[in-house]
Antibody, heavy 121, light 105 residues
Framework: QVQLVESGGGLVKPGGSVRLSCAAS????????VSWIRQAPGKGLEWLSY????????KYADSVKGRFTISRDNAQNSVYLQMNSLRDEDTAVYFC???????????????WGQGTLVTVS | DIQMTQSPSSLSASVGDRVTITCRAS??????LNWYQQKPGKAPKLLIY???NLHSGVPSRFSGSGSETDFTLTIGSLQPDDSATYFC????????FGQGSRVEI
């Protein structure tokens, strides 16, 4: 059974930093692309970033480019999201998801973690 | 960015009803359209990818159709467990999601 588990969320002050982790069980995460997606309270879903299986290809949404950094440690079967210069509007539940590319940048997400809440205040 | 617009934003229906949710893209996305179901406090779950392909384990009462810019998610016979918010998502370019359609039983 595929399971993704995020951790690292919490309360952080504006301008602060936090590092989220996404650990996998039931799959070898290193075989797959992984994306981070967030959902502000009561709002819709926003894709943030993806990383290829090797870690060589990385893309970001404009809203987080230059502030967030995605990385992975395939030996640990984990993916990370380093979030710097946090703003009030970054308050959200952050999900990691297994990413299935279908075009150069297009993808869908077939398994998601339960999410971790980051509150910037 | 490709904008995705869903309608209705919410609906109420009875068990056994046929329910339809529509999703419109701001430009052609061909068959790169996916649907997710999200229950309160839970992660979204993939229902349908590539317009009409059911993800593993998804009941056959869910179906999808459409092409180019206009797409539909249909629940053939609404069940109590289908109470949730449904999101469409385009996978033609950098992913964007619709705003969601809440289905109440």
């Amino acid at each position: 059974q595929v399971q993704l588990v995020e951790s690292g969320g919490g309360l952080v002050k504006p301008g602060g930093s936090v590092r989220l982790s996404c650990a996998a069980s039931g799959i070898t995460l290193s075989d797959y692309y992984v994306s981070w997606i967030r959902q502000a309270p009561g709002k819709g879903l926003e894709w943030l970033s993806y990383i290829s299986s090797s870690g060589k290809t990385i893309k970001y949404a404009d809203s987080v480019k230059g502030r967030f950094t995605i990385s992975r440690d395939n030996a640990q079967n984990s993916v990370y999201l380093q979030m710097n210069s946090l703003r009030d509007e970054d308050t959200a539940v952050y999900f990691c998801a297994r990413d299935r590319p279908v075009t150069h940048d297009g993808r869908y997400f077939d398994y998601w973690g339960q999410g971790t809440l980051v509150t910037v205040s | 960015d490709i904008q995705m617009t869903q309608s209705p934003s919410s609906l109420s229906a009875s068990v056994g009803d046929r329910v339809t949710i529509t999703c419109r893209a701001s430009q052609r996305i061909y068959n790169y359209l996916n649907w997710y179901q999200q229950k309160p406090g839970k992660a979204p779950k993939l229902l349908i990818y590539g317009v009409s392909n059911l993800h593993s384990g998804v009941p056959s009462r869910f179906s999808g159709s459409g092409s180019e810019t206009d797409f539909t998610l249909t629940i053939g016979s609404l069940q109590p467990d289908d109470s949730a918010t449904y999101f469409c998502q385009q996978s033609y370019s950098f992913p964007t999601f619709g705003q969601g359609s809440r289905v109440e039983i």
